[in-house]
């Protein structure tokens, strides 16, 4: 279903999934407001570039939730966000 936007900081890399017995590679999106990461970040696994314009980009791939795997696409948007002095 569709979710509240999230800002945060997006890294992709090839990480060995255990489930699946190879690597895969995979986005997470770490929270940008936090020193240190307590919660575990969203994440998508075998992650596949989809389609790209100059405002955005999406994302293909699968999450695993208490072992369930659920087919999702992520929209990533580049949000200025503003700084307050």
């Not at 489930?19 to 998508?44: E, G, M, N």
């Not at 696994?45 to 696409?73: C, I, K, N």
């Amino acid at each position: 279903m569709n979710q509240e936007p999230r800002i945060g900081d997006l890294r992709i890399e090839e990480c060995l999934d255990e489930d699946l017995h190879r690597y895969v590679r995979t986005a997470c999106l770490f929270d940008t407001d936090s020193v240190i990461y307590s919660a575990a970040p969203p994440k998508l696994l075998d992650v596949r570039l989809m389609a790209m314009s100059p405002q955005a980009f999406t994302l293909t791939g699968f999450e695993r939730v208490a072992g369930v795997e659920y087919a999702q696409s992520w929209l990533v948007a580049n949000c200025a966000r503003s700084q307050s002095s």
